[in-house]
């Protein structure tokens, strides 16, 4: 793939496509719902391989970390229909979500014992 340019500005970010999720929903605190609309998460609460995501809007989520689950797959394609209205996720959150970039061998796992 060639290499996009982009303005100096936005620094880009890396992850690994095989992120956990809990991790990565932690980190962007964003959840896209069924219905499409992207979120901004208040809360998670992890138990064991599953956790609970409330929203800014009050919405309750419970949520598997699965790398192969829809949540996942749309987090990693940035996949949403609209911004939810009550959640009031701000333009910058939005903006960074957006050169935000999921790859196979570069970028942080975030993984709590190693560096990032
Ligand atoms: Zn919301």
Same mark, same amino acid.
């Given at each position: 793939? #060639? #290499?996009e340019k982009q303005p100096k500005a936005l620094k880009k970010r890396f992850y690994r496509k095989r %992120? /956990?999720?809990f991790s990565l929903i932690n980190k962007i605190k964003? +959840? /896209?719902s069924r219905t499409g609309q992207l979120h901004g998460v208040r809360s998670l609460v992890i138990t064991g391989d599953t956790a609970r995501v409330t929203t800014h809007c009050n919405k309750e989520f419970t949520i598997s970390n699965s790398l192969n689950s829809r949540a #996942?797959? +749309?987090l990693r394609n940035k996949w949403f229909s609209? %911004? &939810?209205p =009550? &959640?009031?996720v701000p333009d910058w959150k939005l903006e960074k979500y957006s050169t935000t970039l999921f790859k196979r061998h570069q970028g942080s796992m975030l993984l709590k014992? =190693?560096?990032q």
């Amino acid at each position: 793939m #060639a #290499a996009e340019k982009q303005p100096k500005a936005l620094k880009k970010r890396f992850y690994r496509k095989r %992120v /956990p999720l809990f991790s990565l929903i932690n980190k962007i605190k964003l +959840w /896209p719902s069924r219905t499409g609309q992207l979120h901004g998460v208040r809360s998670l609460v992890i138990t064991g391989d599953t956790a609970r995501v409330t929203t800014h809007c009050n919405k309750e989520f419970t949520i598997s970390n699965s790398l192969n689950s829809r949540a #996942a797959r +749309w987090l990693r394609n940035k996949w949403f229909s609209r %911004v &939810c209205p =009550k &959640c009031g996720v701000p333009d910058w959150k939005l903006e960074k979500y957006s050169t935000t970039l999921f790859k196979r061998h570069q970028g942080s796992m975030l993984l709590k014992d =190693k560096e990032q």
